[in-house]
């Protein structure tokens, strides 16, 4: 079941990072829950001067990811929402947005936070979304896993050649 056996993540020392969120625009109430606990998230790390940055859909999260970390983020995060219709277009949108956000994730380095919602129904997406009656928040989720990912990374030390 989603939600359950979700690690307990500390993340401490973190106020240096530089982090971008890009959210998508479709589904605004969705949308606007999960970019609110994306923020109040990463103002919880001392992270105060976030770059939020708005695309039209959850296809073009991969691209601005991309951008954002060819300019020096150290962690992104990816919030969308993508709700099953009666065409294939839910399943070419869920793996296009996946592979992008993973490859870009693995050909930079960068952390990407996968705050991209998948649901069959607007329902589900709104149980997810961070807001009042919510049982989970999906943004504030990310937002950890990107920046606890950030700080692993950076307490590796560089190899000696």
């Known amino acids: 079941m989603s939600g359950k056996g979700a690690p307990e993540l500390s993340v401490r020392n973190v106020s240096d990072l530089r982090v971008a969120v890009i959210a998508a625009q479709w589904h605004e109430k969705v949308m606007d829950g999960l970019v609110e606990g994306a923020l109040r998230a990463l103002g919880e790390l001392g992270i105060d001067e976030p770059t939020l940055l708005r695309v039209p859909g959850s296809f ?3 691209v601005a990811a991309k951008v954002l970390a060819s300019r020096g983020y150290d962690a992104i995060v990816a919030l969308g929402v993508v709700i099953r219709g009666g065409t294939p277009h839910f399943d070419y949108v869920c793996q296009g947005v996946t592979q992008g956000l993973t490859q870009v ?8 936070g996968f705050g991209v919602l998948t649901c069959d129904t607007e329902e589900q997406a709104l149980d997810r979304a961070g807001i009042e009656g919510s049982t989970e928040d999906k943004g504030h989720e990310a937002v950890t896993a990107a920046v606890a990912t950030a ?3 950076r307490s590796v030390s560089e190899p000696w050649h």
């Open 60 to 62: 073009e999260l991969p």
């Open 105 to 112: 994730s693995v050909e930079t380095g960068v952390p990407v």
């Open 151 to 153: 700080a692993t990374l």
